[in-house]
């Protein structure tokens, strides 16, 4: 069986995501919750956030996963796409303006109990 879970338009860019989703990719639940606790990058309580809700997904599904049997439930895909960005307009000096983007980030995380 496998959970697949998405969070979208995070409003956070998709480059501070991936250095969070890079180190977690491929790992087992129980071993990427114990990495997500201990980072100190944003990105990590919200990528947790999705990890937890793939393995409930699992375990209160349709299928018969045990919650000892999610701890080995493998994350088989994780990537942090661009969302829509959010242009705005910040007042300078003389009467002008400088354009800020304000970034979104689309997360997807799969997590199967199938080795891959």
Same mark, same amino acid.
């Given at each position: 069986m496998e959970s697949k879970v998405q969070l979208k338009w995070l409003r956070m860019s998709p +480059?501070?995501?991936r250095r969070v989703i890079? @180190? $977690? +990719?491929?790992l087992t639940a129980g071993e990427a919750f114990t990495v997500l606790r201990f980072m100190?990058?944003?990105a990590a309580r919200?990528? @947790?956030k999705v990890l937890k809700s793939a393995v409930y997904n699992l375990?209160?599904?349709k299928?018969?996963?045990s919650e000892q049997q999610a701890q080995d439930? +493998?994350? $088989? @895909?994780a990537f942090a796409d661009?969302?829509?960005s959010l242009y705005r307009r910040k007042a300078r000096a003389r009467g002008m303006a400088m354009p800020i983007v304000k970034r979104t980030t689309h997360i997807t995380l799969v997590v199967s109990d199938v080795e891959v």
């Amino acid at each position: 069986m496998e959970s697949k879970v998405q969070l979208k338009w995070l409003r956070m860019s998709p +480059r501070k995501a991936r250095r969070v989703i890079n @180190e $977690v +990719r491929g790992l087992t639940a129980g071993e990427a919750f114990t990495v997500l606790r201990f980072m100190p990058f944003a990105a990590a309580r919200e990528i @947790e956030k999705v990890l937890k809700s793939a393995v409930y997904n699992l375990i209160n599904g349709k299928s018969s996963i045990s919650e000892q049997q999610a701890q080995d439930l +493998r994350i $088989v @895909e994780a990537f942090a796409d661009q969302g829509p960005s959010l242009y705005r307009r910040k007042a300078r000096a003389r009467g002008m303006a400088m354009p800020i983007v304000k970034r979104t980030t689309h997360i997807t995380l799969v997590v199967s109990d199938v080795e891959v």
